[in-house]
């Protein structure tokens, strides 16, 4: 990893705090000279909540970078649907386990 992609992931580490909804599995960025672009896979319904939260994120990291375009994509990918690892470097994963114990349905290995 280049020290521009770790800078680029670092902002979003910082971007997300605060912004991180329910339904949020994952958030994939991908850059390059001239823009940072992201994609946050949301398990459900993508509710307003997600739409305002993911336009914040993206406010954030344009004003760490105003030299470069930035834009998002939210995509409802629910479980049991696997998130893609053909693109995009993740920034955010969710981890989430349930009062027992047991991992959230999309975090088990199948």
């Not at 997600?50 to 993206?58: I, L």
Request: glycine share 4%; hydrophobic share 35%; net charge negative.
């Amino acid at each position: 990893m280049t020290s521009r992609e770790t800078s680029i992931s670092l902002s979003f580490q910082a971007a997300l705090l605060g912004l991180v909804t329910t339904g949020l599995r994952t958030v994939k960025i991908d850059s390059n000279e001239q823009s940072i672009s992201f994609v946050a896979y949301i398990d459900g319904a993508i509710s307003e909540l997600d739409r305002d939260c993911m336009a914040e994120v993206e406010l954030r990291i344009a004003r760490a970078f105003p030299d470069k375009e930035v834009y998002h994509v939210l995509i409802r990918q629910d479980y049991p649907e696997r998130i893609s690892t053909a693109r995009g470097q993740p920034v955010f994963e969710s981890h989430y386990r349930y009062p027992d114990g047991n991992l959230a349905p999309w975090e088990q290995t199948p």
